[in-house]
Every structure is written in structure tokens, then in C-alpha cells.
């Protein structure tokens, strides 16, 4: 079946840049997501990208997607500490006619000062 | 304009109970989706609503069912509670039911099973 992998910390200190890496095996995906978690809250969709992009940007998140190896990044540019949470890779293909989305296990990401 | 609220925020009930989860949509949104997080993993699709019918469907077992009703709120049941099924449920809304539209999250029902 469908699956998506990252890793599970990354830890950076304020102001260097973040990468968050993804891969994933749906060859079908059309659609993939950069979701965010705050302790105690529901997740926040950062930003998604088309599977016929190579890169989208919009302020501080970077997305980069090489659909010939499946992987998928975020860089954040600035990182503050305000950014620590859990983020979440997500893709959503077509099974059977419908489209379910498929997220990886989260990459805990750790801002020290 | 309230988001995404959901009742109760947490719960505790044994196994074999039967439990009731609530969602009500942020305002404007026709959709609902459910989702189960299980302590460190990412959020599993258990289904969605729309129109007050079930339209997608993840890979739960029939003791999971759900609801919508006319004012797009939306329920979900979880019949014969197993220990596995201990996590946080969330509920998504969106206005209608295409990958492109952006869901919006509520914060969760802790669901304890003892």
C-alpha cells in the first residue's frame, strides 16, 4: 500500500534554515502537503504543491519536489522559535476512484536559541 | 467566525463501551473528515461526509460509523471500544470534497480506552 516515510527530529538553532525531508512510494499522487502541529492543537496546512511542479515558495517555505525519486522537502528560511511543532508530510492519490490522503508519522522539529 | 470545534476535548471509556464523538464545521464548509491519530503517528483517514453521506472511506473497521446532519455537524460512533482504538480523533471541514480544497482542522478529542 501507500506510505510516506520522514525522519523523526531535526533540530536547528534560530535563524539557520530547516529541511524537512519526505519520501513517498504512491507513483498516483497528485497532490502533496506540508500540514504543521502545535502541542494541543489540530494540524495547519502550511502549503501543497501540484505533482507537476518542481518548487513552489511563498515567504519563509521552500517546497521541493523530485517526483523521479519520490521526495519531497521543506525548507524554512529563519527558522524562529515560534516554528518548533511537528510537521507533517502528507499526499493524496487516486485509489479506486477516490482520492484518500496518506500521511508520514511527523518530523519533530526543535528550535534552541 | 469560529473554526472547527469539536466535543468532548477528552474522554475515558472501557473496552466494549460504545463512544460519540462531535464536530462542528468551520462556518461555510459542507465537509467533513475524520481522522485517527494514534500517539506518535500521523493522522490515519477514517472517513468523509458530505452531503450527509459517507462519500470516502479509509481502511477502519463497520464499528466506526458516522453522521451528518442538515447543519453539515457531523458525529462519529465507535461501537465494541478496543484498547487500540486509544488516540486522538480529529475532524477536518472544507468546503466541498475536491484534494484541492484546503481542510481546516479542530483541535482533537483524546479518547482514552481502559
Known amino acids: 500500500g501507500e506510505d510516506v516515510e520522514q525522519s523523526l527530529f531535526l533540530s536547528v538553532r534560530e535563524g539557520d534554515s530547516s529541511v524537512i525531508n519526505c519520501t513517498y512510494t504512491?507513483?498516483?499522487?497528485?497532490?502533496l502537503y506540508w500540514y504543521k502541529q502545535e502541542p494541543g492543537a489540530g494540524l495547519q496546512l502550511l502549503t501543497y504543491?501540484?505533482?507537476?511542479?518542481d518548487m513552489k515558495q511563498d515567504q519563509r517555505l521552500t517546497v521541493l519536489l523530485n517526483k523521479k525519486d519520490k521526495h519531497l522537502s521543506l525548507r524554512i528560511a529563519d527558522t524562529q522559535t515560534g516554528d518548533s511543532a511537528i510537521y507533517f508530510c502528507?499526499?493524496?492519490?487516486?485509489?479506486?476512484?477516490?482520492?484518500?490522503?496518506?500521511f508520514g508519522r511527523g518530523t519533530s522539529l526543535i528550535v534552541h536559541p | 467566525d469560529a473554526g472547527v470545534t469539536q466535543s468532548p476535548t477528552h474522554l475515558i471509556k472501557t473496552r466494549g463501551q460504545q463512544v460519540t464523538l462531535r464536530c462542528s464545521p468551520k462556518?461555510?464548509?459542507?465537509?467533513v473528515s475524520w481522522y485517527q491519530q494514534a500517539l506518535g503517528q500521523g493522522p490515519q483517514f477514517i472517513f468523509q461526509?458530505?452531503?450527509?453521506?459517507?462519500?470516502q472511506r479509509g481502511n477502519f473497521p463497520d464499528r466506526f460509523s458516522g453522521h451528518q446532519f442538515p447543519n453539515y455537524s457531523s458525529e462519529l460512533n465507535v461501537n465494541a471500544l478496543l484498547l487500540g482504538d486509544s488516540a486522538l480523533y480529529l475532524c477536518?471541514?472544507?468546503?466541498?470534497?475536491?484534494?484541492?480544497?484546503?481542510?481546516?482542522f479542530g483541535p482533537g478529542t483524546r479518547l482514552t480506552v481502559l
Open positions: 477536518a471541514s472544507s468546503l466541498g470534497t475536491l484534494h484541492t480544497d484546503t481542510q481546516y
Open positions: 461526509y458530505y452531503e450527509e453521506e459517507e462519500r
Open positions: 504543491i501540484f505533482s507537476n511542479m
Open positions: 462556518s461555510g464548509h459542507d465537509t
Open positions: 504512491d507513483s498516483s499522487s497528485t497532490y
Open positions: 502528507a499526499e493524496r492519490g487516486q485509489s479506486g476512484g477516490s482520492y484518500i490522503p496518506t
